[in-house]
């Protein structure tokens, strides 16, 4: 089969093209990031440079077609935030594609949207307040001794606030967009990553969130069997009868309970812990396949973002030894002496990233979505103002 990628700049996505390529499968890549990780990849027939999705969405659009009819693609998956733009005009691209429609996909990538949602399926969520005013955020603060508030739409939980004085969240609170406010849990950060057809899972994985880049991002996976967070996913799925990649994000608390803290639907690095399974490319392309977990409990990481990230929060928090162990341990998903390119050049895009943060006054983290990134805005294409 012919198979077009698009999010190349993402290390999942790299992941997902090795293994289609070893699969025996035409690998292409439509990425618009000029430089970015995948595209000096053996895995790949061709790669393609396309507009902005989120600047310039008929434009984007217009290339996958292109594209699609060009080299005769039988399948078409997004990857990163890319996946909205791509689900906006999946009606028109002319191939099957490994997405849901934008009126489906909203709702899960809303938080609030999402809360309801998991809460009519009788699928728990922490407590949750929409914050559209002061008073809003004042009565969440009534409500709950601590709590957690974070856009409506975001990512990385690079907006998120952890238990913040109500000084610095009235500060934070911008009246042109929603937040939320939940109620704070401890416990176990658990992530996971599921792949599905019309509401039936055919790959599965969960892993503990214990080195992260910034506050969300997690870089090192290890496979964990969770039984309770299975039927938690697999009923939510069922429930919404939904197709393509999604993940959530679940705090696991001290007495044994769980709640998903939220949703993206798209891939995330769960898919390195599944890349290697012999029937992961299965999973994409047999929608009556038994659902699969990863066979063992290796374990993966980002080595870089261990260097960068990881190292100084541990030489900060005294957690040296954990942190040797996790890195000493894993192994790099970016490398592969099959595929060197990748690992040799990633430095090329973590400098785009870096001079964009720069020059935004963002994090790193958030530049590397920039250009691709989806807010819920009421879209009609090509009319967001693009800042380079």
């Known amino acids: 089969m012919n198979i077009l990628l698009t999010g190349g700049r993402a290390p999942a996505t790299l992941d997902l093209a090795r293994a289609f390529h070893q699969a025996g499968h035409m690998v292409f890549m439509a990425e618009s990031l000029r430089g970015h990780l995948s595209e000096p990849s053996?895995?790949?027939?061709e790669n393609f440079l396309v507009p902005?999705?989120?600047?310039?969405?008929?434009?984007?659009?217009?290339?996958?077609?292109?594209?699609?009819?060009?080299?005769?693609?039988?399948?078409?998956?997004?990857?990163?935030?890319?996946?909205?733009?791509?689900?906006?005009?999946?009606?028109?691209l002319s191939c099957k594609v490994f997405v849901e429609p934008i009126k489906r996909l909203d709702p899960l990538h809303n938080k609030w949207r999402f809360a309801l949602q998991a809460v009519d399926t009788d699928l728990a969520v922490p407590e949750t307040i929409l914050v559209t005013n002061q008073d809003d955020l004042l009565h969440a603060?009534?409500?709950?001794?601590?709590?957690?508030?974070?856009?409506?739409?975001?990512?990385?939980?690079?907006?998120?606030?952890?238990?913040?004085?109500?000084?610095?969240?009235?500060?934070?609170?911008?009246?042109?967009?929603?937040?939320?406010?939940q109620e704070h849990l401890n416990g176990q950060q658990i992530c996971t990553y599921s792949v599905c057809h019309h509401g039936h899972m055919t790959a599965h994985t969960a892993y503990l969130s214990e080195f992260t880049a910034g506050q969300g991002a997690t870089i090192v996976f290890k496979h964990i069997d969770h039984p309770d967070i299975f039927r938690w996913v697999q009923k939510f799925v069922q429930a919404i009868r939904f197709t393509g990649q999604i993940a959530f994000d679940f705090m696991h608390t001290p007495d044994g309970e769980i709640f998903a803290l939220e949703c993206n639907p798209r891939a995330t690095s769960g898919v390195h812990?599944?890349?290697?399974?012999?029937?992961?490319?299965?999973?994409?392309?047999?929608?009556?396949?038994?659902?699969?977990?990863?066979?063992?409990?290796?374990?993966?990481?980002?080595?870089?973002?261990?260097?960068?990230y990881g190292l100084p929060a541990s030489l900060k928090n005294g957690g040296f030894g954990k942190w040797w162990g996790a890195f000493s341990g894993s192994r790099d998903v970016i490398f592969?002496?099959?595929?060197?390119?990748?690992?040799?050049?990633?430095?090329?895009?973590?400098?785009h990233y870096l001079k964009l943060a720069y020059e935004h006054g963002m994090s790193p983290l958030e530049a590397s979505t920039f250009d691709i990134e989806w807010n819920g805005e009421n879209h009609s294409h090509g009319i967001l103002q693009e800042p380079f």
């Open 42 to 45: 053996n895995a790949l027939a």
């Open 52 to 92: 902005s999705p989120r600047y310039h969405t008929d434009g984007f659009l217009k290339a996958l077609n292109e594209i699609i009819t060009k080299y005769s693609i039988d399948l078409l998956i997004p990857t990163c935030e890319e996946v909205f733009y791509v689900a906006m005009g999946c009606d028109q």
């Open 141 to 181: 603060y009534a409500q709950w001794r601590g709590l957690v508030f974070k856009p409506v739409y975001s990512r990385f939980a690079a907006q998120t606030l952890v238990l913040p004085p109500l000084k610095k969240a009235l500060a934070r609170l911008n009246y042109d967009f929603p937040w939320i406010a």
């Open 273 to 308: 812990l599944l890349a290697q399974h012999p029937e992961f490319i299965n999973a994409f392309l047999d929608e009556t396949m038994s659902c699969f977990t990863p066979g063992d409990h290796s374990s993966y990481m980002l080595s870089t973002a261990m260097l960068l």
């Open 336 to 351: 592969d002496r099959e595929d060197l390119k990748p690992f040799l050049f990633q430095f090329k895009s973590i400098f």
